[in-house]
């Protein structure tokens, strides 16, 4: 595209223009940049969760796993560590360990010095299919940062870096 064609307008530039024809008292400029963002970010949740979908794992399921997993040796937490990692409550949790347990992926245990502390841990089924789940997962995040191109791609993230930081202090 050079500088003579005008940039391809999307659906948010037809919301935008819709509310300054409707509204012009406001200013609707950070739609431009937060219902695209939203609208990508729904994009890519589909893309990412169609790849987990190959593993039969939903997208929670997915990521307790890969917490699990990154723990490293003996690929364990805490139930409520993991609700924390997974910025999940306690007990939507309970629901895919539950799930994850029956498929044989984890397993539940006492800690041995706190009877009312409960511990999930990787089986070595569950390791292998995160793993292999995780590795897909990387091909296609490469592939959808790819499309995008690597320039492009290096200049969003520390912009999104900064701004998760404002939102999510932690």
């Not at 490469?142 to 998760?164: K, Q």
Request: zero cysteines; proline letters at 5%.
């Amino acid at each position: 595209m050079n500088a003579a064609t005008p940039a391809p307008v999307d659906r948010v530039a037809e919301i935008m223009a819709a509310w300054e024809r409707e509204r012009p008292d406001l200013d609707s400029s950070p739609q431009g940049v937060i219902a695209r963002l939203h609208r990508v970010a729904l994009a890519l949740t589909e893309r990412l969760v169609a790849v987990y979908a190959q593993f039969d794992l939903s997208e929670g399921e997915f990521d307790v796993l890969a917490t699990l997993r990154r723990a490293g040796e003996p690929y364990e937490r805490a139930a409520g560590d993991l609700a924390d990692h997974t910025l999940v409550t306690t007990g939507g949790l309970t629901k895919r360990v539950d799930r994850l347990e029956a498929r044989g992926l984890v397993e539940r245990r006492v800690e041995a010095s706190d009877a009312r502390r409960r511990l999930v841990r990787l089986t070595p089924a569950g390791r292998d299919l995160i793993d292999r789940a995780f590795t897909a997962h990387l091909a296609n995040e490469h592939r959808l940062l790819d499309e995008l191109g690597s320039a492009d791609a290096a200049a969003l993230e520390p912009i999104l870096a900064r701004w998760l930081t404002l939102l999510d202090p932690r």
